[in-house]
T-cell receptor, first 112, second 113 residues
């Protein structure tokens, strides 16, 4: 299994600002995924981050709002831009093994 | 695209009783079905999974059954314990590398002492 760490673990941000979340994996992985989990809800995929190419975004998520970087095979960042209270959520990065999927500890974001 | 439904949304059982959570999926091409347990404030953890070439899989007190014809699969927890209290998510995937997992809405299980 992969060991995944995220920074920050939580943050409180003001409306209109941006926050960058970092995800570090202990092994090289081709694909990394970013999920959002709103309070009391299920996991929703934001985008798939591929090393060496642009991220692939799911319906309802756009690059201007959630820019993603993937500079190498063990690291990725997700930025939540121009935040509003509706962006208050837990953001999780995830990697895929052969079939199993592993999740980072999450970043709890509160926008005031 | 794939759609996964999950029932019930909440479930309370007495300690020692069994709990069953059911999921249905829409994409007949899905062939990998994991179950995740998420305790409060923690990340989702894989607890068991099943592939479409298998009808049932057990791991101690946990079992998963799959009915491909009806496109549903179920999680069975026997001899429940308070530490089983958590939110459980099912998911479905085509299993190919890179294919997205579609998660069900979750079931909040409470095991009452």
């Amino acid at each position: 299994s992969a060991v995944i760490s995220q920074k920050p673990s939580r943050d409180i941000c003001q409306r209109g600002t941006s926050l960058t979340i970092q995800c570090q994996v202990d092994s090289q992985v081709t694909m990394m995924f970013w999920y959002r989990q709103q309070p009391g809800q299920s996991l929703t995929l934001i985008a798939t981050a591929n090393q060496g190419s642009e991220a692939t975004y799911e319906s309802g998520f756009v690059i201007d709002k959630f820019p993603i970087s993937r500079p190498n095979l063990t690291f990725s960042t997700l930025t939540v831009s121009n935040m509003s209270p509706e962006d208050s959520s837990i953001y999780l990065c995830s990697v895929r093994g052969s079939t199993e999927q592993y999740f980072g500890p999450g970043t709890r974001l509160t926008v005031t | 695209g794939e759609n996964v439904e999950q029932h019930p949304s909440t479930l309370s059982v007495q300690e020692g009783d069994s709990a069953v959570i059911k999921c249905t999926y829409s994409d007949s091409a899905s062939n990998y079905f994991p179950w995740y347990k998420q305790e409060l404030g923690k990340r989702p953890q894989l607890i068991i999974d099943i592939r479409s070439n298998v009808g049932e899989k057990k791991d101690q007190r946990i079992a998963v059954t799959l009915n491909k014809t009806a496109k549903h699969f179920s999680l069975h927890i026997t001899e429940t314990q308070p530490e089983d209290s958590a939110v459980y998510f099912c998911a479905a995937s085509r299993g190919n590398y890179g294919q997205n997992f579609v998660f069900g809405p979750g079931t909040r299980l409470s095991v009452l002492p």
